[in-house]
């Protein structure tokens, strides 16, 4: 999710900075996706959203144990109606009752799935904004740095276009700054925090 959130905010970083004034351009590289996936920030949001998924798993499940209740009781139904022993009276009793909790069934299953749907909806938009967030916090830092270091153009080097190409292919005597950027923005990291560590994903109910 994180990565598909990654590529769809980002194809690729292109700062501007001084034009150059002895004609040679002073040009630095960036790795993006890589500043990204490192950065404490990221995983931390990771965490936060594994840990609501699960609370929504749980939810989703309380309200699936009911439902197989409903359809456990509606199956010793179908049994006594096909007893040939029971009275017709009988039959028409656990006839209605059967009607009641299959509708009961079917109402708490839609209800189920509209709620899934929301919450995951929900959960997706606010990951999304956390994301851009994030990402727009790393731009800055690497707009800063350009500014400091003089730096003409800094290009993401791990921007792809539409056909999943790279827009950067080739670039004479540029810096790479990825490193030394990255370890400024988990200069207040926790101290169990391992970047490259990557946090498991949740998957969505």
């Known amino acids: 999710m994180i990565r598909s959130i990654f590529a769809a905010l980002v194809a690729a970083t292109l700062i501007t900075g ?3 004034q002895d004609g040679k351009l002073n040009i630095a590289t960036v790795d993006m996706q890589e500043l990204f996936k490192n950065y404490y920030r990221t995983a931390e949001a990771q965490n936060q959203i594994n840990v609501e998924r699960a609370r929504i798993q749980k939810d989703n499940n309380e309200r699936l144990g009911r439902i197989r209740e409903l359809e456990e009781n509606l199956g010793n139904l179908r049994k006594q109606l096909e007893d040939p022993s029971i009275n017709e009276s009988k039959k028409q009793s656990l006839f209605k009752e059967w009607q009641m909790q299959q509708q009961e069934g079917i109402a708490l299953d839609r209800e189920r799935r509209e ?3 929301r919450r995951n909806q929900a959960l997706n938009e606010k990951m999304v904004q956390r994301m851009k967030g994030i990402l727009e916090e ?3 830092l690497v707009e800063e740095q ?6 003409d153009y800094v290009f993401d080097k791990s921007g792809l276009s539409t056909s999943q ?8 005597d540029a810096t790479d700054i990825t490193v030394n950027l990255l370890k400024d923005l988990n200069k207040d990291a926790p101290a169990d ?3 490259g560590e990557e946090t498991p994903a949740a998957e969505e109910p």
């Open 18 to 20: 001084a034009a150059a």
């Open 165 to 172: 190409v790279p827009f950067l292919l080739y670039t004479k």
């Open 146 to 151: 350009a500014k400091v270091d003089n730096y």
């Open 138 to 140: 790393i731009r800055k």
């Open 115 to 117: 709620f899934l749907q």
């Open 193 to 195: 925090f391992k970047p």
